[in-house]
């Protein structure tokens, strides 16, 4: 099945969304973020495509809030959920920045029981089956892990996002890490963290499609992960909007969250 759905990703990424890179229609949404014709035309791609891997509906980023609510509603439970993001990324990938991606999940009962994620210009494809690991291109993960100190450490972090003044404010002053990276895609933020090219993490508000490969190819590739509100971060209760602290080194996450709770 996972190998089904990296070539579901894959073709509709090469058909759909590679041929508009640097010549598609776009426009703003109500919440300011970007939209483009490449973004509808995957959707409605995958919309066809994946109840033929798994027979359940998809809900993806460009949907409504009320189908998206009405969606998970219904069938996040013992039923399952396709969650897909076509594009994470539109605004680099509308201004022709390289660094965008295709995210589909499977989600059962909450949690994401398969997870792919595409960037079609590096042709990286990361993917994981829970219990079963997580892989880019067929070499397991992570490619490294390095034990760093937290003053040593390369962070991701989504300044704008931090719901706490206090905490944003001394994220940029304090800086306890050794540089950072914002780079405009989620779900390669998960990715380079799952390999070891990032070493911390922290996001102030994801949405679902955001996170929902993301999170489970970081975890299979042994990854830790709370939030900032200090739930267990598939239990939490804000799905559509969820935080996040991580690292993949334990030591590291220790020290991490430990920072992050004295100045939130």
Known sequence: MLHRLQKVVRHIAQTEIMPRFLNTPSCRKEDGSMLSEADIAAQMAFAAALP????????????????????????????????????????????????????????????????????????????????????????????????????????????????????????????????VRSMGSSTLDWCYLACGRYDVYVHGGQKLWDYAAGALIFEEAGGRLTTLEGDGFWSGEHVFKRSVVAALEPKLFERWVGWIRENQ
């Open 52 to 179: 033929l891997l798994i027979d359940c509906p998809m809900l993806g980023e460009e949907m409504s809030r009320q189908e998206q609510s009405a969606l998970w509603e219904q069938y996040s439970g013992e039923k399952g959920l396709w969650i897909v993001d076509p594009i994470d990324g539109t605004n680099n990938f509308v201004n022709g920045l390289p660094h965008f991606a295709v995210s589909v999940a499977f989600v059962r009962n909450g949690r994401a029981e398969l997870g792919v994620i595409y960037n079609p210009v590096s042709g990286e494809c990361f993917y994981a089956e829970r219990g079963q690991g997580a892989f880019l291109n067929g070499t397991r993960l992570p490619l490294r892990l390095v034990d760093k100190k937290l003053n040593e450490a390369i962070a991701g972090v989504e300044i704008k996002y931090l719901r706490s003044g206090k905490l944003s404010s001394r994220m940029s002053t304090l800086a306890p890490f050794g540089t």
